[in-house]
């Protein structure tokens, strides 16, 4: 069955600082894989998507991540961080053709000055 | 502008109540979801619809039903027998196949509260 594995409830880092966000996934054949980031009370926007090719993609806002197969994970990073950035971080794998999408739990990113 | 607009924004339940939540798409999306979202475990899928007049249930269904007469709209009633009904509701519309452009729209979302 396919999973999606964010190790990292909660993550606090300071503006300015480097940011990672952990995401492994367990799905049989080769995955398209997506970072979301979602407000309070808000919809998830889309950071930035993997499905082939080059291993490590560029999103918004500054992200990006990398493809590692044989780690079976898709890390978000941003090397520096904003205020702005504080939010909840959702990484997911369609399991169909059709765009259904499986999602870890989240990672709850907090910013300190 | 294209995109998933889902109303009300915030919505109330008495216990016993059927309410339902509107999801309208104007993407021409075939594929429309609706995912559940509580503090701690993601979202989880509720149905999902990839045609006019049929859907599937996905991982939480009891308790919900769907309807999908119109390819833009897929409204999901909360029914009297889900026990559990406050949370985040979100509505997602997604293309059919492979390559680029098959990623997942999402709408604002619809909080419930059972009061």
């Known amino acids: 069955a396919q999973s999606v594995t964010q190790p990292d409830i909660h993550i606090t880092v300071s503006e300015g600082a480097s940011l990672e966000l952990r995401c492994n996934y367990s799905y049989g054949a080769t995955p398209y894989l997506f970072w979301y980031v979602q407000s309070p009370g808000q919809g998830l926007q889309l950071l930035l998507k993997y499905f082939s090719g080059d291993t490590l993609v560029q999103g918004i806002k500054g992200f990006e991540a990398e493809f590692k197969r044989s780690q079976s994970s898709f890390n978000l990073r941003k090397p520096s961080v904003h205020w702005s950035d504080a939010a909840e971080y959702f990484c997911a794998v369609r399991t169909d053709s059709w765009g259904k999408l499986q999602f870890g739990a989240g990672t709850q990113v907090v910013v300190t000055p | 502008d294209g995109g998933i607009t889902q109303s009300p924004k915030y919505l109330f339940r008495k216990e016993g109540q059927n309410v339902t939540l509107s999801c309208e798409q104007n993407?021409?999306?075939?594929?429309m979801y609706w995912y559940r979202q509580d503090p701690g475990q993601g979202l989880r899928l509720i149905y999902y619809s990839q045609i006019v007049n049929d859907f599937q249930k996905g991982d939480i269904a009891e308790g919900y039903s769907v309807s999908r007469e119109k390819k833009e709209s897929f409204p999901l009633t909360v029914t009297s027998a889900q026990k559990n009904p406050t949370a985040f509701y979100l509505c997602a519309s997604s293309h059919e196949g492979a390559g680029m452009n098959t990623e997942a729209f999402f709408g604002q979302g619809t909080r419930l509260t059972v009061v």
């Open positions: 993407l021409n999306h075939d594929a």
